[in-house]
């Protein structure tokens, strides 16, 4: 042990000198009046798992000017990292500085951590971006029926990874993908910021996402994943900025966010049409927490409408929506199949809505012409309850679908202050099934008011999910890297 130490420190000591020689010759061949020094940080976070092996991006050669591709330098570090993960797993420290940089993937028991100050710009050559095949569960790309560009952070098949830091930025730098995609030039989906596929115990945490080409973090037939601390934001007119969305996942914990976006703050999902229902991976057991979101043309919470794997037992607490389209949204089709049920939402405060609640059979977005038009959804077992609003044009909007009603519909405690150019109807329902008490202004015929003694009906399963039980660990590192002054 102590020979492996000696030389894991020789190891640090000669990439230091040699990062240190690689700065010095670059800033030589500019011109440039900065230098290369030896610089000492300490910080702690909170993590899953805390790492025995750490490095810093200029360790391999990354230049954090803003202008420098930082591709090969990410590359390079995960792959050197990737030698620790059975011997205590390694972190990449990323120091203060504009980083731009293409799509990179991570490892297994590995940290990425951003310093406060540092900033990773998205690159806008599209050679940086290799292209990965349609997902199995939607059978095609979102934006286009080939495949999509990797997202900018991303790994497949991984154990235990982290990305993290002291509320440093990731910059997608989406305004050249989103004229792109406006002008319908993209032969292929535009890429996310933070995908990981087919992995177990992610955390995603303390950072700032900008501006992301399209959906900010993706999560997809994964496991054990918490998403906490997170702020994004994106033009309430940028396509497709969702928030968070976990797709055929199961055991999702989503705490302390903050989004600003221009599609659903959170939309949960299992796959599109008979895709989804061919591949059958449904998203379990997800708890959203104290989030507050803003998106005037969108959801707060969605579900679907890529919920073809089916989606279950979903629960959300302390919810604020400020100028946002709808509350909690349910999205499906003929032909998506699968199902949306044991759905549980309490204390919601929303200020200045379209919808306060809505759900429809109606969203026919396909993924091609193939889908069976006899795949009916089951959406059942929905409850609402302790919401407070203002300043709401239409109460909700439930309309099922035609011999296929959405059922076991519960609502109890809630008030919603209509605007003062309110629908004079505030509520539309049909094909619908379901109770009410203590709400206000009173709904519609098919969800009668069981009287103030059911007031406590539509409350959450007494026990807790299993993400709630993991415990993290506190993390604490002092190291050395190559910085400029």
């Known amino acids: 042990m102590e020979l492996l130490q000696k030389t894991h420190l020789r190891v640090q000591v000669l990439r230091i000198a040699l990062a240190f020689l690689l700065v010095a010759l670059l800033s030589s061949e500019r011109g440039e009046s900065r230098k290369a020094k030896i610089v000492t940080t300490s910080f702690e976070y909170s993590a899953i798992n805390c790492r025995a092996h750490s490095a810093s991006l200029t360790d391999f050669g990354g230049v954090g000017d803003g202008k420098t591709s930082n ?155 918490i998403v906490k601390g997170i702020t994004i934001i994106a033009p309430v007119t940028s396509p497709n900025t969702d928030g968070i969305n976990p797709d055929s996942c199961t055991n999702v914990k989503i705490e302390d966010c903050y989004i600003v976006s221009g599609d659903d703050c959170v939309a949960i ?27 005037p043309f969108s959801a707060t919470i969605a579900l679907g409408s890529e919920m073809s794997g089916g989606i279950q037992d979903i629960r959300a607490e302390d919810i604020t929506a400020i100028q946002t389209e709808s509350g909690v949204r349910i999205k499906t089709a003929v032909g998506r199949g699968g199902f949306v049920k044991d759905i549980y939402v309490k204390r919601m405060n929303l200020h200045t809505m379209k919808w306060a609640f809505k759900m ?29 609003a203002e300043n709401v044009t239409i109460a909700a909007k439930f309309e099922g679908i035609s011999n296929d009603p959405f059922t076991e519909i519960c609502i109890a405690n809630v008030t919603l202050g209509m605007a003062v150019k309110a629908k004079k109807r505030p509520w539309t329902c049909a094909d619908i099934k379901g109770i009410t008490s203590g709400v206000t202004p009173p709904p519609c015929d098919l969800l009668p008011d069981q009287g103030p003694e059911k007031i406590t009906a539509c409350d959450f399963p007494a026990e807790s999910l299993p993400i709630d039980m993991l415990e993290l660990k506190q993390c604490a590192y002092s190291m050395k890297y190559v910085g400029m002054y």
């Open 269 to 295: 999902k299992s796959g599109w049409d008979e895709y989804g229902i061919k591949f059958g991976w449904p998203t379990t057991q997800v708890v959203i927490r104290r989030l507050t979101c803003i998106s």
């Open 360 to 388: 429809t059979g109606d969203y026919n977005s396909h993924a091609d012409t193939h889908f069976d038009p006899n795949a009916l959804p089951e959406i059942k077992n929905i409850n609402f309850r302790d919401v407070v």
């Open 71 to 225: 591709t090969k330098a990410f590359q390079s570090a995960v792959s050197h990292l990737s030698q620790y993960a059975s011997q205590g797993g390694s972190q990449l420290y990323v120091p203060a500085g504009k980083w731009l940089t293409g799509s990179f993937s991570l490892t297994s028991h590995f940290t990425l951590y951003l310093d406060k100050e540092a900033v990773l710009l998205a690159s806008q050559d599209i050679t940086e971006w290799p292209v990965l095949g349609p997902l199995p569960s939607y059978g095609r790309g979102r934006d286009a029926p080939a495949g999509r560009y990797t997202s900018l952070i991303f790994g497949t098949n991984l154990t235990d990874v982290i990305v993290t830091g002291d509320n440093g930025t990731i910059d997608g730098q989406g305004a050249f993908w989103w004229q792109q995609f406006h002008r319908k030039k993209l032969k292929y989906t535009r890429p996310y910021l933070i995908e990981l596929m087919f992995s177990d115990s992610i955390q995603i945490s303390n950072l700032t996402l900008l501006n992301s080409p399209n959906w900010n973090v993706h999560p997809v037939y994964s496991s054990n994943i």
